[in-house]
């Protein structure tokens, strides 16, 4: 971080680092495809890193456990971690710079008055707000006295994490430190939450790149989380889908009917009620995410989250979804309830959908226990 030189692009840094054109267009390439771009897009992300001079970040670390950023340099894809940690010209983190003490502090005021108005923000960690905020300091100062000086200068702020985005665990009942997101304190710039606990490094990535390629940022849904990566809930694209539309659901998650590939619903499952790449990203470039890992989603990215549980339960009377409705439907359409019309299809499909998911198995028997009733 040391030797970073204002005027390099994205793409000479990336060479100077040793990683290759190839490198470079196969990160595009993967990216685009992470942020939903139409492939005819590739081109201009291209472009873009590869013409365009680093953006300033400066990255605030308040009250959490750091997974966010672990998050980042796990992720499996080399350039993934080296784009923000090194490329964007991160001029200051404190866990992560090799400057410490005064000159780190240093190093930040030069590059906040510098970049004046230009640099981005990204704050990990919520506030906390009791007691004059004295439950956070760095050098002497509270955390909400340095998020308003840092936001002060910002272009924007992105809150990486449900911490900042929403207040996370470190707000959890009874809220000991009086822990705010980052909205609850700056309230002139635009902030783009990018939630989970922790967030999917590509992700994170995704919204850096957004930002330098189109010179704006990423269209927003009504609670201010990128679109492109927030559009959907985790059971939209949950491999295990095709279960909860059979009506197979395991009743716990250490059960051989979730060893099977059930659906974890009935385990308390919060998938449909939770917005996040989780599904159609997965982790560590597609390794697994929660559910393949056989445990329920426990909507670590909702606002909320971690009073939101107990995570184990069954959810019910989920508002605009009517998740138990449709659950019970099933269930009592397979036991043989008098129907008629569309239903009758319905029967067809979920009895053919489970006849289908069943004969897959060794032994190929429906377990009526795990019918929704
Ligand atoms: Fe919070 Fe991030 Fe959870 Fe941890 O920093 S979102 S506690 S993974 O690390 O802020
Ligand atoms: Fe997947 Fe959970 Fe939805 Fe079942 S309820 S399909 S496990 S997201
Ligand atoms: Fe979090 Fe659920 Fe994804 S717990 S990591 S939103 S599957």
Redesign the pocket.
């Known amino acids: 971080m040391g030797d970073i030189n204002k005027n390099e692009t994205y793409l000479d840094f990336i060479l100077k680092k040793g990683y290759t054109r190839k490198d470079f267009l196969r990160f595009v390439t993967y990216m685009s495809a992470f942020m939903g771009l139409e492939s005819s897009m590739v081109g201009q992300v291209a472009k873009a890193l590869e013409t365009k001079k680093r953006i300033p970040v400066i990255w605030e ?1 308040f009250q ?8 980042f340099i796990r992720s499996d894809h080399p350039l993934v971690a080296d784009i923000l940690f090194d490329s964007i010209s991160l001029d200051y983190t404190d866990t992560l710079m090799a400057a410490s003490g005064h000159n780190a502090e240093e190093a930040k005021q030069k590059s906040m008055k510098d970049n004046f108005g230009k640099y981005i923000l990204v704050v ?2 919520a506030i906390p707000t009791k007691d004059d905020g004295i439950y956070c300091t760095i050098a002497g100062r509270t955390a909400v006295e340095i998020l308003k000086e840092s936001a002060e200068g910002a272009a924007a702020i992105l809150t ?5 985005s929403w207040g ?3 707000a959890a009942s009874p809220n000991p430190t009086g822990s705010a997101p980052v909205s609850d304190i700056i309230k002139n710039k635009p902030i783009i939450r990018v939630p ?3 967030p999917i490094g590509e992700v994170m990535v995704g919204v850096v790149v957004h930002y330098v390629t189109f010179g704006s940022l990423p269209e927003l849904d009504n609670m201010g989380r990128p679109k492109q990566f927030f559009g959907k809930r985790v059971h939209d694209s949950c491999y295990r889908r095709p279960y909860f539309d059979a009506g197979l659901y395991a009743e716990t998650f250490d059960s051989d009917e979730a060893k099977k590939g059930y659906c974890l619903y009935k385990a308390g499952c919060r998938g449909p009620i939770s917005y996040n790449a989780c599904g159609f990203m997965e982790w560590n470039n597609g390794v697994s995410f929660p559910i393949k890992s056989g445990h329920p989603c426990i909507g670590c990215s909702e606002s909320g989250f971690w009073d939101n549980g107990p995570f184990v339960e069954r959810i019910v009377n989920i508002p605009g979804f009517g998740i138990e409705k449709t659950a019970d439907t099933i269930g009592k359409i397979v036991l043989g309830a008098a129907v008629g019309g569309a239903a009758v299809h319905a029967i067809g499909t979920n009895i053919a959908k489970r006849k289908e998911l069943t004969l897959n198995e060794e032994g190929g028997r429906i377990d009526e226990k795990n019918i929704i009733e």
Do not use: A, L, V
């Open positions: 670390h959490e456990c750091t997974g966010c950023s672990e998050s990990e960690g990486f994490g449900s911490c900042s996370g665990i470190q989970g606990c922790p």
